[in-house]
C-alpha cells in the first residue's frame, strides 16, 4: 500500500451474515475495495420468542468481529465502522447486545434505524446508477426496506420487520413451504405494504433491488441465460423471470435446489420466502423492471464516510469515469482528455449530417477517455486489456449494453475486428449498434491520431462538414509529424465508413 493511501473498513453486522469490506482511497482520491470477508451468523435465526439475542449467540459471533478488528489492523485501516441492522436494532436487549460486542471486540457499534438502513441503501444505489425515478426494495434476513426515489433524491421509505431468515423461521414448519404457508406470507406483505399507500401510488417505475436474496436472484438469471457479461450490479432481469423463478423453487425440495447453478447453499432454505417477500411488492407497486444492484448499505455508509459534506454524487457517470483515470494514472492524461476534446469537436461537426443514437456522444466522451487504460497491465496489446478493464471496471451511469458498445468502440482498429467482437454480445447489442460502434470507433481512432506523439502539438481544431465532406484545418504549436503520417494511413477506411471526402491543412498555432 502507498504511504499516500487511506483505507476504511465497513463491518456490516446483519441478520443474516456479516461482512467486511475494506476501501482503499489513492493519492489522487479515488476509490477502490481491496478486500472482502463474509461469514454467516443467522441471527434473526436464533432470536428468542422473547425477542431476546441470548448471551450464548452474542458471544458467538464475536470471534467474527474480533478477526475483522485484526484484519483492518493488519490492513492499515484508518478508519472503522461497525453497524448492526434489524437483528439488533429489533432484540429487546438491543443495549446489552451492544454493550457486550464492544466490550469484548473493542469496536464501536452503531445501531441503526430503519430509516438509515434505507438511507444508506439509496446512496449506495443513487451514486452508482443513472436513475432519477423508481423504487428500491433491501430484502436483508431480519427486515425489509422499501424506497420512493423521484428526480435522484429519497423521498419516503419504510421499514418492515420481515426479512429472508425471520420469515422463513415463522412460517414454513417443514423442510418446505406448504401452500397454505406461501399464502400466509403473501398475505403479511401485502397488509403491510396496504399501510404504505405510497408504494403502490407511483407504478410502472424500475425497482431497484439490494440485498443477498435479490443478487442471488440475478445471479441464478445471468446462469440460466448464459449472460456474456460477470457483471452484476444494474443486470436487468427478463420480464416474467421473477415469477418463473418463485415458481419454480417453490416446487423443489431442498436437495434438489442446492444443484441450481448460481443458488448457494447458504441460501437454499431461505431463498423462497425471500422470493415471496419481493415478488409481493414488486406486483403491488407495478413495477416495470426488476433490477439488481451490487452496490448498497456498505457502499453507502462508504460514500458518507469518504465525503460526508457531499455524499451524493452530481454526475455519476463523470465521477465513475474520473475514478477509474486516477486508479489508472498510467492512460496518460493529458493525451486522452486532448483526444476527448478532439472526439467531441469531430461529433458535433458529423451529427447534423448523420442519424446517431441520443446517447452516442456521451458513449465516445467515455471510449475516448478510457481508451488507453489497459497500459497499466501492459503497454504491448493494451487494446486487448482496456477491453476486458471497461467492462469489468464497473462503470456507473452506464447500462451494460453501452459499458459494451463503450469498449468496443475504445479497442476500434478494422471494421472487420469489431464485427467478431461483436459476435459474442449478440444478444445484448441491438442490431443499430454495430453501425454505431464502427462509425464512433473510426470517429475515435481519427481523434488519437491527432495526439499520436502525445504531445499535443496541434491545439486547435477547426472543423467544416457537410453531408458529404469534412475539411479539418490543424493549428499546432511544433511541427505534427507523426500526427499528419498516421492521418494519411487511416483517411480512406475513415471516409469509407463514414462516406464522405476527408480533407486536412495545417497552420501554425497563434495565440492571437
Not at 43 to 56: A, F, K, P, V, W
Not at 80 to 89: F, I, K
Not at 468 to 494: G, Q, R, V
Request: glycine share 6%; aromatic share 6%; proline share 3%.
Amino acid at each position: 500500500m502507498s504511504n499516500l493511501a487511506t483505507r476504511i473498513g465497513i463491518i456490516d453486522i446483519g441478520s443474516n451474515s456479516i461482512r467486511l469490506v475494506i476501501y482503499e482511497i489513492n493519492a489522487h482520491g479515488a476509490y477502490r475495495v481491496v478486500s472482502e470477508h463474509k461469514d454467516s451468523a443467522r441471527l434473526s435465526e436464533r432470536m428468542g420468542q422473547d425477542g431476546i439475542l441470548h448471551n450464548t449467540d452474542i458471544i458467538s459471533i464475536v470471534p467474527i468481529l474480533t478477526h475483522y478488528a485484526r484484519l483492518c489492523q493488519s490492513q492499515f485501516v484508518t478508519t472503522v465502522r461497525a453497524v448492526a441492522t434489524a437483528a439488533v436494532r429489533n432484540a429487546a436487549n438491543t443495549s446489552e447486545i451492544v454493550r457486550i460486542l464492544e466490550e469484548q471486540t473493542g469496536l464501536t457499534i452503531e445501531v441503526l434505524s430503519g430509516f438509515e438502513e434505507a438511507r444508506y441503501g439509496y446512496l449506495g444505489v443513487i451514486n452508482s446508477m443513472d436513475i432519477r425515478d423508481g423504487m428500491i426494495i433491501d430484502i436483508g434476513g431480519g427486515s425489509t426496506e422499501v424506497s420512493f426515489v423521484k428526480d435522484r433524491e429519497l423521498v419516503q421509505s419504510v421499514s418492515f420487520p420481515f426479512g429472508a431468515v425471520n420469515t422463513t423461521r415463522q412460517f414454513m414448519k417443514g423442510d418446505n413451504l406448504t401452500d397454505s404457508e406461501m399464502a400466509d406470507i403473501r398475505k403479511m406483505v401485502h397488509e403491510a405494504v396496504a399501510s404504505q399507500s405510497w408504494i403502490m401510488n407511483s407504478p410502472y417505475l424500475p425497482m431497484i433491488g439490494l440485498g443477498g436474496t435479490i443478487r442471488t436472484l440475478g445471479k441464478m438469471s445471468r446462469k440460466r441465460n448464459r449472460y456474456p457479461l460477470q457483471l452484476a450490479h444494474n443486470y436487468v432481469m427478463k420480464p416474467g423471470e421473477l415469477q418463473e423463478f418463485s415458481i419454480l423453487l417453490s416446487t423443489l425440495t431442498i436437495e434438489k435446489r442446492k444443484k441450481i447453478d448460481g443458488l448457494s447453499k447458504e441460501r437454499v432454505d431461505i431463498m423462497v420466502p425471500g422470493l415471496l417477500i419481493l415478488e409481493t411488492i414488486f406486483e403491488a407497486a407495478q413495477s416495470s423492471s426488476c433490477v439488481i444492484s451490487g452496490s448498497g448499505l456498505r457502499d453507502g455508509l462508504f460514500f458518507e464516510t469518504y465525503n460526508p459534506k457531499q455524499p451524493v454524487k452530481v454526475n455519476v457517470l463523470e465521477a465513475s469515469i474520473q475514478n477509474i483515470l486516477m486508479l489508472h494514472p498510467n492512460a496518460a492524461l493529458p493525451h486522452v482528455r486532448h483526444i476527448d476534446t478532439f472526439a467531441m469537436q469531430l461529433y458535433d461537426a458529423l451529427a447534423p449530417w448523420t442519424d446517431l443514437e441520443t446517447r452516442g456522444r456521451l458513449l465516445l466522451h467515455t471510449a475516448a477517455l478510457l481508451y488507453r487504460i489497459g497500459v497499466s497491465v501492459h503497454y504491448y496489446q493494451f487494446l486487448k486489456h482496456t477491453e476486458y478493464m471497461i467492462q469489468e471496471a464497473h462503470i456507473d451511469g452506464l447500462s451494460h449494453r453501452e459499458i459494451v458498445i463503450v469498449s468496443l468502440i475504445a479497442t476500434f482498429k478494422t471494421k472487420n475486428r469489431t464485427q467478431q467482437q461483436a459476435l459474442v454480445y449478440k444478444d445484448l447489442l441491438l442490431e443499430s449498434d454495430l453501425t454505431l460502434i464502427i462509425k464512433l470507433g473510426a470517429l475515435l481512432k481519427l481523434a488519437i491520431t491527432m495526439d499520436a506523439s502525445e504531445t499535443q502539438p496541434i491545439q486547435t481544431l477547426q472543423i467544416d462538414s457537410s453531408a458529404t465532406s469534412m475539411n479539418l484545418t490543424m493549428h499546432y504549436t511544433h511541427k505534427p509529424y507523426l500526427e499528419l503520417k498516421e492521418l494519411n494511413a487511416i483517411t480512406k477506411d475513415f471516409e469509407k465508413i463514414w462516406e464522405l471526402k476527408l480533407s486536412t491543412q495545417d497552420e501554425v498555432f497563434s495565440k492571437k
